[in-house]
């Protein structure tokens, strides 16, 4: 199959998105709940260990209860093809791109940072294999966050563990429910969200 050319690509997310690119006043952050706001143009690093809990209450936030950025899309990069619209009812125009791997979700997230269409992409590894996350080079990841520079595009990235060298901000969710919790509904669990920053010289790496 021969590649579509960026222009076609462009043409098709103007035309499935045109809010995006009314003339508005441009937020400058996006606030969450549970978190600090995430400034335009830049990477930042949610860390989502298996132990906590949270990662599907922010995406629900993102997609249902963000009043105030309703009409503008989100891209969701979701690798493994976890992500399960049932569970969901979107408010927001919402492109969801599937992928087999991190290789093929890095790309993505390159094009639509690159293209600057969308104003924020989150690319959900939260559930992704450590082992292939370490194999993305970090050169990957600095090259995002310069298409981000340029673009405006905030990218969101969820992982397990700090990974991310070229995140302007790191957080960790520390959010563990209990069984008490999980009955009360996600507008009440907003208010629970918690997250702490990490330094941003945190990282694993491996070797060999």
């Known amino acids: 199959m021969s590649a579509v050319p960026i222009s ?22 996006y606030q969450l709940r549970g978190m600090p706001p995430l400034p335009k143009g830049t990477i930042t690093e949610l860390v989502t260990p298996p132990s906590v809990s949270g990662s599907s209450l922010l995406l629900s936030q993102l997609l249902e209860d963000e009043p105030e950025n309703r009409e503008l899309p989100l891209a969701l990069i979701d690798p493994g093809d976890h992500f399960d619209p049932a569970s ?4 927001r ?11 093929k979700s890095l790309q993505a997230a390159d094009l639509l ?15 992704t294999p450590l082992r292939e996350l370490r194999q993305i080079p970090s050169s990957s990841w ?22 991310i060298a070229a995140a302007a901000a790191r957080y960790e969710l520390e ?26 010289q945190t990282i694993l790496t491996s070797h060999g």
């Open 8 to 29: 076609e690509l462009r043409r098709q997310l103007r035309e499935r998105f045109p809010a995006a690119h009314e003339d508005r006043p441009a937020a400058e952050s």
């Open 93 to 103: 125009p919402l492109l969801w791109l599937r992928s087999a791997n991190p290789k």
């Open 175 to 200: 959010n563990s429910f209990s069984l008490h919790d999980l009955s009360q509904l996600r507008n009440q669990l907003f208010t629970k969200l918690q997250s702490h920053p990490l330094k941003t």
């Open 142 to 163: 600095y090259r995002l966050r310069t298409l981000a520079e340029s673009s405006g595009t905030s990218l969101l990235a969820l992982t397990p563990a700090p990974l």
């Open 113 to 127: 940072v690159r293209d600057g269409n969308i104003p924020l992409v989150l690319l959900d590894c939260s559930l």
């Open 88 to 91: 969901y009812r979107p408010r």
